[in-house]
């Protein structure tokens, strides 16, 4: 795409809300039943009358959220997102605090979502269970290659499972409300079973309880994630972009909470017993179910006992989620390259990762996700329940210093403003904000406290690592550009060598040496000599003859090698040639063959390329590589860069 | 060492006697086992009344072999080995099959002699039990570690524990005659169980029995590798070199011989019961022995019956045998690089392993050995048994080509030669290369033949894919070789472009930038500018205002990238350089960091390596890296080259 029409594609709301909600919608997928499961430690009459407690404060949560950002959306429309807020807000180590945590929280994205799709398709399509591990990397692979390839129309693409997704939920939702009002609503399979306490947790205390409560309340804040992604996509909407972003928002919380206390809601109708180890914690008639019970999602239970008779119903429901997981997933594939980009922009990164027009660039982000979400699908054998205990806490790493910078820069154009109306907006956004830190900091702290041991510990470990990586990274350019700095008034690096002293490396007369010789003299150095390096003596009688016999204008001067080395003469030849005139610059042609394979390449070349290594630590030498184009290299030059695959959501910025 | 010095470490035979007897000696520690075994499939009582006939026939194999070899001795004693009597006589693809199958030999070699050291060392040190395969990769990467290092002193290094493994099987012999004709030599452990045939070999028929025999001296010949490395190693041996070697192969066999026959015989008369498979075969009391049985190594059985009341002996044999077979693995570590060296040096393998003063080119050779030899170790669980079946082949492939080789040599000589003496002795000795040829080749046959199955498929699988890739490497190079070639009264190439076009990249005004332009006049060509790549317009225009503001004397060009590419604006650019004339040489200066830290290396140049890669591919474009040495790089130059570590054997050739 040519940089005149960037910025052409914008979104309309109908299209931007599925583009960005597919991430926190299809939450609902998994966040109730990790809700169910953990409160059922304790029990399933507890988990079954409790559960919507724990909803409602998940409900709670989202509307804080939703809130806060929709004064992100105004405030920071240029799509830097959490980054940005606290970058400018708290300044460049909480930038790059966020950016460590968003980093790894796009990784889990990807495993939760596709663990997710899978144990759900599994509802549905028998054969796919046992398999999980190898159907979850498949699916990774199958993203990794179609973002690799680039998807241009991934708007529509984006709108159409979405929207079923919402749709089939919602329907299932009134069918079950009806067939409750009816009394006609089955119950699920499992609602016969007897779920037992695991051990330990049979007789708790109120703050053992209260602990266990907080534990269900952050795996299901799960379905928060993504929220975040409008803030980072205002660019890409129609005008007025942030108005419009700010009611995508909005509808966005309204549907995810619909759609979350719909399935909460279903699941204690239908009376769904879900364990998080269903052989020793189901029951029937008094015996344990055993390894070969097989427990379904959540949804997948709910919608068998809703369209009971209707098996379509079921199959579309486990599709349309599957699909919308996928979805989810991809979502992360397009914003873990672009925060890599603004990172390295930045110099936190490597800068290779910013070039826009280099689709290496997001190829090698699209790899490294792909690469870091496999690694985790196999370790935590694609069990949602194990991976959700280290999502999240990146999410709400970012959504705290975000509201915390955004208190900040409410609290710095206070200072600035003096128009009451306009003070009292921002007293009032400021509250908002506020309120935001607060929610987003207490739910940060009960995630990590309930869930560290059970790995967010690896999770926060992750983002220390990037955090130093970055910091370092950042230390090391800043270094380098302030040592090549050119000082004001400085004019020693304009002053010229004195004079140029050619050389040219030969080893044998073939039509390399001859025309890196022609390019030699076409620069008319002062001084131009031919040098070889003398391992065999006879060898070099034989070319000093041939030498002589072709009449070759130039001196070629022997090196002696006594102990049949090849960079050691040549590089003492230069230092000595440095030494004797320090302010002459000296120039080593080295003949080249340019071979089309890359194992032709291995036969080749190699001492020249280990002194080219060599002499760069030279001050005062420069080496022209003079190449030689065999036939075999015609027609297989690397390709030219590209333009990176691009899709709406990079919108223009 | 210098190549002045080279030539002067010649060894006395007393020191090239353990140096290059090492290997065939040491299998005398599983070349007995490897017999009885095998004879053993069809019962015990067949095994130990017939072991000595099959070691008989392996002796006058041995005998027939070492006749052979003396001849070589005395008409190639350049060191060449094989590899050259198959080149010379027979033409350069017997000699690239003969080089194939003695690299394969080599890694054999290594896998099978550490293995069997394993195995003894197990029989002395109960801990080694149960880890051989970790114990003998550990070994491996021991050796390699030493030899990448380089052994200076390796001769009389040799020397003591061969001498001493010599004396230990010789005093352990006659102790055992003593005692055997006292009537005090005890039976072995196993004499008292009864050795059962495997099924399907209870009751053979005639055939089947012989094939059981040939299978059993087919195992037996391992008693012959490393035969050849006296006539490989002629050069180091003192003067009359020729002389002296053949001796020291005479002595060599006969010590050989001896250590055989005596190992066969003392089993023989310890009545060692030794087993394919222990646990199935072995009973005691109509019992079978079961999986807990521990079978030691036949060495080890018979030093415990010969030196039953004196432990120490038992200790003492075990331990230098260990030794003896690591040496003798040792040895594979000499010869396969310098083999890589001669192949490369033909053109058969990439050239760079041919420089003798790169220590790389051993170095690589070294570690493709140890490769390829833990992965031996690790897939055959470091059972001699089934090493010994890839075995075997590959020298018997280079003995018979080499014989055959030597058959042609006297049959050329005999054309050239007058005198009835000379002509009479070269008759003689034509026929012992006569019968050395037609003995080894029905060795290879009956190898080929009674292995194949049971691994030696794998070991020809493997001569035949390294023989493929040896002739198109030297295709390649004879291809190349050709097309680079001055032809007589070609004076195209020594034609002058007519003009210097140089070209600047520039992106950001700083030091190297700078170094380069400074660098670009200094070698005044017929035109000069600078070129930036114009990705954002404002960072061009700034870039321009500090061009103008600091008075740089060259012109800046923006090329416009529409699509903000790097590489390709330039290519384009070049390339219309190029056609508008097509005489001129275009020199594209690029200036370069150089940082010390590999890490580094990766946040730097990218966009640049990519831009000279792509322009090496263009005729008439010379790309001169100029090099800003950043103070992270100070003392970070790579290593030079240096001698490769050279052993006694490499001698002078």
């Given amino acids: 795409m040519s940089s005149d029409r960037l910025g052409e594609t914008l979104l309309p709301k109908k299209i931007a809300l599925p583009v960005f909600a597919s991430d926190p919608l299809s939450?609902?997928?998994?966040?109730?039943?990790?809700?169910?499961?953990?409160?059922?430690?304790?029990?399933?009459?507890?988990?079954?009358?409790?559960?919507?407690?724990?909803?409602?404060?998940?409900?709670?949560?989202?509307?804080?959220?939703?809130?806060?950002?929709?004064?992100?959306?105004?405030?920071?429309?240029?799509?830097?997102?959490?980054?940005e807020v606290a970058t400018v807000n708290l300044g460049p180590r909480a930038g790059v605090g966020v950016a460590s945590a968003l980093l790894v929280d796009y990784v889990l994205t990807v495993a939760v979502s596709i663990s997710s799709g899978v144990q759900n398709a599994a509802a549905a399509f028998e054969f796919v269970r046992g398999h999980e591990v190898e159907v979850a990397v498949g699916l990774i692979v199958l993203l990794t290659a179609v973002n690799l390839r680039g998807v241009r129309e991934s708007g529509s693409l984006f709108a159409l499972p979405t929207y079923l997704f919402m749709a089939s939920i919602i329907t299932m939702a009134v069918v079950g409300a009806v067939r409750h009002e009816r009394g006609t609503l089955p119950l699920a399979e499992s609602a016969g079973l007897e779920l037992l306490p695991e051990p330990g947790y049979e007789a708790l205390g109120t703050l053992a309880m209260a602990f266990l409560f907080l534990r269900a309340f952050s795996s299901g804040c799960a379905a928060l994630t993504g929220v975040e992604a409008i803030s980072n996509g205002v660019p890409a909407f129609r005008r007025p972009k942030s108005r419009n972003a700010a009611t995508t928002l909005l509808l966005m919380g309204i549907i995810a909470i619909t759609l979350l206390v719909s399935m909460v809601t279903l699941a204690r109708w239908t009376g769904v017993q879900f364990a998080e180890d269903p052989a020793t914690q189901l029951a029937i008639d008094g015996r344990l179910v055993g390894d070969d019970y097989v427990q379904d999602t959540v949804m997948g239970q709910v919608s068998k006992a809703v369209f009971e008779g209707f098996p379509m119903g079921v199959v579309v429901v486990s599709l349309v989620t599957g699909l919308i997981l996928v979805l989810a997933a991809n979502t992360a594939f397009n914003g873990f390259p672009v925060l890599g980009s603004i990172l390295a922009r930045d110099g936190y990164m490597p800068r290779q990762l910013h070039t826009r027009g280099d689709r290496l660039a997001f190829s090698n982000g699209i790899i490294i996700l792909a690469g870091a979400a496999i690694s985790l699908v196999v370790v935590f054998d694609a069990e949602v329940t194990r991976l959700i205990q280290l999502y999240i806490v990146g999410v709400f790493v970012s959504f705290t210093l975000s509201q915390l910078g955004m208190v900040?820069?409410?609290?710095?154009?206070l200072r600035l403003e003096t128009r009451p109306a306009a003070r009292r907006d921002m007293v009032r956004r400021r509250a908002i904000s506020t309120v935001g830190a607060v929610v987003c900091g207490v739910v940060l702290i009960v995630v990590v406290v309930t869930k560290f041991v059970h790995g967010a510990g690896f999770a926060i470990a992750a983002m220390a690592v990037l955090f130093v990586i970055m910091t370092?990274?950042?230390?090391?350019?800043?270094?380098?550009?302030?040592?090549?700095?050119?000082?004001?008034?400085?004019?020693?690096?304009t002053r010229l060598p004195s004079r140029v002293h050619a050389i040219v490396l030969v080893s044998r007369i073939h039509k390399p040496a001859l025309r890196a010789l022609a390019y030699a003299r076409a620069t008319r150095p002062s001084r131009l000599e031919a040098v070889t390096v003398s391992v065999d003596p006879a060898e070099t009688a034989a070319l000093q003859d041939e030498w002589e016999r072709l009449r070759i204008p130039v001196q070629l001067k022997a090196l002696d090698s006594p102990y049949r080395e090849v960079t050691r003469p040549v590089v003492e030849y230069v230092k000595s040639l440095r030494s004797d005139n320090p302010r002459d610059l000296v120039v080593v042609y080295v003949p080249e063959y340019v071979l089309g394979r890359w194992w032709e390449q291995v036969l080749h070349n190699q001492s020249a390329l280990r002194l080219k290594t060599r002499l760069r630590f030279m001050p005062g030498v420069m080496v022209s590589s003079v190449p030689w184009q065999l036939s075999s290299s015609a027609g297989q030059e690397p390709a030219l860069d590209a333009p990176a695959p691009g899709d709406v959501r990079r919108g223009d910025e």
Avoid: C, F
């Fill in 472 to 493: 370092r990274i950042s230390r090391h350019y800043a270094r380098v550009s302030k040592e090549l700095q050119v000082d004001p008034g400085e004019t020693d690096h």
């Fill in 408 to 413: 900040r820069h409410w609290n710095r154009h």
């Fill in 27 to 83: 939450s609902v997928a998994y966040a109730p039943d990790e809700i169910l499961l953990t409160l059922g430690l304790a029990g399933g009459a507890l988990a079954l009358t409790n559960s919507w407690k724990v909803a409602l404060a998940v409900v709670v949560v989202m509307v804080v959220v939703v809130a806060s950002y929709r004064q992100n959306v105004y405030a920071y429309p240029s799509g830097g997102g959490d980054y």
